[in-house]
Every structure is written in structure tokens, then in C-alpha cells.
């Protein structure tokens, strides 16, 4: 990874600095420009930053890769900077810098924001180190792995390059099992409905290795009488374009869920326990196509809440004695606004369900998110900084940690054994599925 890094370092044309300096400049709107001047070194975003936290290193600091991106754009694109930039601390952007860049947003940032949530004067970091890795993207400076994963998806339609008939026996798999849990055989996974109400689009990573998750979610649909349909084509709600700075390709991979909506006339896109996938679906989404969705875009964590609201599920909570705690995805809940409906849920499904000491939008990134767990080269980085998330954990008791989003579920997973926690990861609807109480009769809605 480091030696190819060099190799296309090593290459850079003027030309290429002047793409990356122009796409940095695009990426950048008037209110993030005037971001780059703005900050007091007050040191608030320094105990903020997990990753500083856990090595706390200058290098680490959000204002110290701020700093070194501001230095460029002061290089480049005000006066003082280019006549004196002795007196600015103004930077060229060169290959030395355009490493500097990488190491930074890539290697030292997941993007999570909760810098910017604890900044004195409120400067939008995450939206400055997006704008530096649209700059890099379009310099061919991506971490390869990270590129790759977005080019499998682009390529097979997921970004695990799960084939179409493999996808189709998966679930035609995990209805079969569905129906043996249940002992109903009218248990369905519909596939390809025209006009159901839901389109449920998963992270390809269940049908891969985790099929209980989708079963899960199947059997809280079958059992709350919902009219629902996943797509042969345009399931994979991932979206890696968010990290790897290339909105082109990140608008291609929205579209093909868009597309499937289109194809089979839903009217609600669900989206699965994934923070990157509801916030690119949701927020992003609309930015990249320059257009807002004709329909509903909707956490299924949102649904769940509905469900139970309504009296569509029934929960017996003594079935989860065990303590339960809950991690928040930065993406989902941060930038994302879903904060309460998996804690009503929980609430109701869990007997003994606590906080962890920051949490909500407060929370600490578990430190794989922004790509991080598709970038081999800052490993150790990546499970060092997990440090701050498996405090959290063991300070709450907890013998289950509930985390709605699947990058969340890998990061812990490798936490909880290199942290030796002890611990039961688990997704929404897999706890929620414990607790379920099947009933003789299931309301419907538009069957």
C-alpha cells in the first residue's frame, strides 16, 4: 500500500496538482472557505477526537490537519499567501503536501464530526477534509483498497461482488429458514414485488456472512403484516463513494437504488441498519443527483419504532434479560439525525438497557467509519483509536452491544476481541428478533 501510494506521488504532473487544486476549490463552498480562517486554537477538538485520544499525537489534533489544508488554500488562493507566505504559514500544494493531505483525512480522520460538534466557533470540519479528498480522488490519490471497494460495487451492482444468483439463492435460502423458525409457511421474501409499499435494500455483507441479520429483519416484517419487496438488482444500500471523494461515482452507485424504486413502483425506500447508507441515500443522495427522491427515504430503525407505536409487533422483554448497551453510528445519528427510535425500541425490547457514558450525538466514533475499515494501511491505526469505543463498552456492564450499521459491527467485533470484552455484537433487528412475540394473526397493510 505505502510503496504504491509513492509510485503515484512519485507521478504527479503539474497538471494533476492543478486538477486537485481546482476540485478542491469547487468542493469548497464560500461559508467552508471561510472555515480555513476561522480557527482560535482553543483545543476543544482535541480531547473530541477519539483517534487523539488514543494517541495523542500532534498529527492527531482535527485543528492540525485543518491547519494543513488551510495552509494550501492560503497558498493558492489569497493574496498575503501568495505574496508573503512567511507571515501566513502558506503551503504550495506539492507532493509533499498531497501526502501530508492523505495521511490526514484518510489516514487520521474518520470523518465522524464530533469535532465540529465541540468547536468554539463552530467550523464544519468534516465538510473541509471532504473537500481535500475530492482534491486527492481527482489526483489519483485514493488509498487503493478503499478505491477498490468502490469499483467493485460500480462493477457487480454490490461492493462485495455478490452475483445475482447468488444474491436470489441467499434469500430464497433465508426464507426457507424463515418459515422453519416461524412454522409458517407463509413466510416471504418477496423479491421483485411491483408496487409494495417497502423497498428494503441491505448491506451486502448479510447475505455474505451475516444471513441471520436479514432473516431478522424478514421475520419483523412477516410478523408486523408489512407489504414489502426486496430488488434482484439495486439492493446494496453501501455507498463508499461518501469516502472516497469522487462524487461522480458516488452519484452512479445512488442511482441504481433510485432506479430500483423507479423499476418497481414502491413507495417508501427503506434503508438498513448502515449510518453511511442512510446518510448517503437520505442527505447526500439528493446533492449528487441535483434532484429531491419522489418518494420516502427511511431508516428502517424509523419503521421499527412505527411498528411498535402502532401495535403492529408484539415484544416480550424478559426474553433479553441480559444487559444491553447501545453504539451510536456517526453517520445514522450525528449526521444523520436517527437518535431515538432505536432506544424507544430498545427500551421496549430489553430489560436491562443502559447508556454509555457519551452517547447520542456525543458519542465517540468506534473508529471505523469514513473508509477506515477498507484502508489496510492504517490498521493499527484504526483499532488503536477503538480504544476510546471499548472503554465505553466495558464501563456500561454490558454483556450485548446493539450497533445498527455494519462497518459499526466489524470495527467491534475486532474490538471486542482485541479488547477481550466479552461481548455479544448485535444489530437492531437481531435483538429485536429475540423478543418478538409471533401472534395468531398479523395485520396487513396494502397486500
Known amino acids: 500500500m505505502a510503496d504504491d501510494l509513492e509510485t503515484r506521488l512519485a507521478a504527479l504532473t503539474d497538471a494533476d496538482l492543478a486538477r486537485g487544486l481546482a476540485t478542491f476549490r469547487a468542493a469548497l463552498r464560500d461559508e467552508e472557505a471561510a472555515y480555513l480562517n476561522a480557527c482560535v486554537r482553543c483545543g476543544f477538538c482535541t480531547d473530541s477526537c477519539h483517534v487523539h485520544r488514543m494517541e495523542p499525537v500532534v498529527d492527531n489534533i482535527p485543528a ?13 488562493f489569497t493574496t498575503l499567501g501568495r505574496v508573503a507566505p512567511g507571515l501566513t504559514g502558506a503551503r504550495r500544494l506539492d507532493r509533499d503536501m498531497a501526502k501530508a493531505w492523505v495521511d490526514a483525512v484518510f489516514g487520521r480522520c474518520t470523518l465522524c464530526g464530533r469535532c465540529s460538534l465541540n468547536c468554539a466557533v463552530g467550523i464544519n470540519l468534516p465538510a473541509v477534509f471532504k473537500a481535500a479528498r475530492a482534491a486527492l480522488a481527482s489526483m489519483g490519490l485514493v488509498p487503493a483498497d478503499l478505491q477498490a471497494t468502490v469499483d467493485i460495487a460500480l462493477e457487480t451492482g454490490n461492493n462485495m461482488g455478490v452475483s445475482k444468483e447468488d444474491w436470489l439463492e441467499t434469500v430464497a435460502w433465508i426464507e426457507e429458514e424463515l418459515q422453519i423458525e416461524l412454522d409458517d ?9 411491483p408496487g409494495a409499499r417497502v423497498l ?10 451475516f444471513p441471520l441479520s436479514l432473516q431478522a429483519s424478514a421475520k419483523l416484517f412477516h410478523l408486523a403484516g408489512e407489504d414489502w419487496t426486496v430488488a434482484s438488482e439495486g439492493w446494496d ?23 430500483a424504486m423507479e423499476r418497481l413502483g414502491c413507495q417508501m425506500l427503506v434503508i438498513g441498519e448502515c449510518g453511511h447508507g442512510y446518510a448517503s441515500a437520505r442527505w447526500e443522495g439528493p446533492e449528487w443527483q441535483q434532484a429531491a427522491p419522489p418518494f420516502p427515504i427511511v431508516s428502517v430503525l424509523e419503521l421499527m419504532r412505527d411498528y411498535l407505536r402502532e401495535g403492529r409487533i408484539t415484544l416480550d422483554p424478559t426474553k433479553v434479560a ?6 451510536d453510528p456517526c453517520n445514522l445519528v450525528r449526521h444523520g439525525g436517527i437518535l431515538e427510535p432505536q432506544r424507544e425500541v430498545l427500551r421496549a ?12 450525538v456525543e458519542n465517540y466514533c468506534c473508529g471505523g467509519g469514513g473508509g477506515a475499515l477498507a484502508m489496510g494501511a492504517y490498521k493499527a491505526r484504526r483499532l488503536k483509536s477503538g480504544g476510546m469505543k471499548a472503554e465505553q463498552i466495558r464501563r456500561t456492564g454490558a454483556k450485548i452491544v446493539v450497533a445498527p450499521c455494519h462497518n459499526c459491527i466489524d470495527q467491534l467485533s475486532e474490538l471486542n476481541k482485541d479488547y477481550k470484552l466479552g461481548v455479544k455484537v448485535q444489530t437492531l433487528a437481531e435483538l429485536l428478533s429475540d423478543a418478538l412475540v409471533p401472534t395468531s394473526k398479523s395485520p396487513q397493510v396494502n397486500p
Do not use: C
Not at 492540525?64 to 493558492?76: E, T
Open 322 to 327: 441480559a444487559r444491553v448497551t447501545l453504539h
Open 200 to 209: 428494503f435494500t441491505v448491506n451486502p455483507r448479510e447475505p455474505k456472512f
Open 64 to 76: 492540525r490537519k485543518l491547519d494543513q489544508i488551510a495552509a494550501v488554500f492560503r497558498g493558492h
Open 237 to 259: 444500500l453501501t455507498n463508499y463513494g461518501l469516502f472516497n471523494g469522487n462524487p461522480q461515482q458516488a452519484g452512479t452507485l445512488n442511482r441504481a437504488l433510485l432506479d
Open 349 to 360: 425490547a430489553a430489560q436491562d438497557f443502559v447508556e454509555m457514558a457519551e452517547h447520542g
Open 185 to 193: 409457511p407463509t413466510a416471504r421474501i418477496p423479491v421483485d414485488k
